[in-house]
């Protein structure tokens, strides 16, 4: 019977926890992280409350639209719901489609598989057979 000041249990965790401390250090770095330091945990458009569990809800949104912009201040970042950062781009993309600045409904077909392209003059040739 083992107990528990058996140190094989140790050596196992051990690599473990040094890998989950690794890996929080790392997150702590991630400009998630960085934003629920300086900024209230409170959703920008709806304004609910997040803490505990519920954190996972929030996300950061580049105000910019650029998400390699992380100045350490957060000027460039505002913490939305998950349901809000989804509507905010959204928003973006109906904005965008109503102004001409999105890409053209037309799509370019060249290089596609046309599976029916050359079915109009087969049928012609076999019309021209009988």
Not at 105 to 128: C, I, M, S, V, Y
């Amino acid at each position: 019977m083992s107990s528990r000041n058996d140190s094989s249990g140790d050596d196992r965790l051990d690599p473990i926890v040094a890998e989950f401390r690794r890996n929080k250090a790392r997150e702590e770095q991630t400009y998630r992280a960085r934003a629920l330091k300086v900024l209230p945990h409170v959703c920008g458009h709806c304004g609910r409350d997040f803490e505990g569990r519920k954190l996972r809800e929030l996300t950061v949104h580049h105000k910019d639209h650029d998400a390699t912009n992380n100045p350490p201040d957060g000027s460039n970042w505002e913490l939305l719901c998950l349901y809000c950062h989804d509507n905010e781009h959204e928003r973006n993309i109906v904005a965008d489609a109503l102004t001409g600045d999105a890409p053209s409904r037309e799509r370019d077909t060249e290089g596609l598989h046309q599976p029916f392209a050359g079915l109009g003059d087969l049928l012609k040739g076999k019309e021209n057979k009988e």
